[in-house]
């Protein structure tokens, strides 16, 4: 790979700077990896732009490479969510649903990657317990038991919340959990835009008799929401997509976490 960093240096250097806080603002995170082969620069290039670049507070610098400087992921519609990384989304979903034998009890949370989960069970006998309004309008599969807690409506995110669902939660224990979050963060672990829902996700944990595993897309990855889920330590594995930066998955994995990065494949997913 030819290094441009030859070029005239401040035009060349403020091209790559105001292309970089463009590629943050739109995916919140970036790794150096990407960022050398977008710019068909070294990563000791890069390195000094984003260092240059967190000197002026315009991000935050990551050891792989470098976070949005609000460092937060607000809470989108659920509509909005279940049209981005749509694809990316499918194949996790079909990917985890494949880890869950007969006759599993699962838990399963709010949110659009959760609800892939719940429609590739379609075909296996499972005990499906879950907060998330949305999988009712899936063509559930008639052998499967679907027990969707009770609670407040939240309209924004399609989720059952409060009292009631954790009161529904008590008596119910998994052989495994899947959840979904907002931000996967070395520094901060997992965490969610909602604290009502923050508190569904600890209770589905405290009750997992089995794994714990996170769904979460490639924009999920070294990003930070507002309120924790949990550590990564409770976290028995974290599946994501092919889009995921590769330097960030093995910092993950030297932490201790298991990793699984689903490829992609062509053609449309069932």
């Known amino acids: ?33 990407e960022l050398a082969t977008e710019f068909s620069v070294s990563k000791i290039t890069i390195r000094r732009d984003l260092d240059a670049l967190a000197a ?3 991000l935050d610098r990551t050891r792989g490479g470098a976070l949005s400087i609000s460092g937060r992921r607000l809470e989108e519609f659920f509509e909005e969510k279940d049209h981005s990384a749509k694809r990316e989304k499918s194949l996790i979903g079909r990917y985890v649903a494949s880890l869950i034998v007969q006759n599993e009890t699962v838990f399963a949370n709010a949110g659009s990657t959760t609800l892939e989960v719940i429609r590739h069970l379609r075909g296996r006998r499972a005990h499906i317990v879950t907060n998330n309004a949305a999988c009712l309008a899936l063509d559930l599969d008639p052998q499967q ?71 979460a897309d490639h924009t999920k990855l070294n990003c930070v929401s507002s309120f924790l889920t949990c550590p990564l330590s409770r976290i028995d594995l974290l599946v994501t997509d092919w889009l995921a930066p590769k330097a960030f998955c093995e910092e993950l994995e030297a932490a201790g976490l298991q990793v699984v990065r689903v490829p992609d494949e062509p053609g449309p997913t069932p």
């Open 1 to 33: 790979m030819t290094d441009t960093s030859q070029r005239p240096a401040t035009k060349l250097s403020n091209y790559r700077h105001k292309k970089i806080l463009e590629m943050l603002s739109q995916r919140q995170s970036v790794s150096a990896d």
């Open 56 to 58: 002026h507070k315009l």
């Open 145 to 215: 038991e679907l027990i969707l807690l009770g609670g407040d409506y939240r309209i924004h995110s399609k989720s059952l919340v409060g009292d009631l669902t954790l009161t529904g939660l008590h008596g119910i224990f998994s052989s495994v959990t899947v959840l979904g979050i907002n931000g996967v963060s070395i520094k901060k672990g997992c965490t969610s835009a909602v604290s009502q829902e923050t508190s569904i996700n600890k209770a589905m944990i405290e009750n997992s008799s089995g794994k714990v595993i996170i769904v």
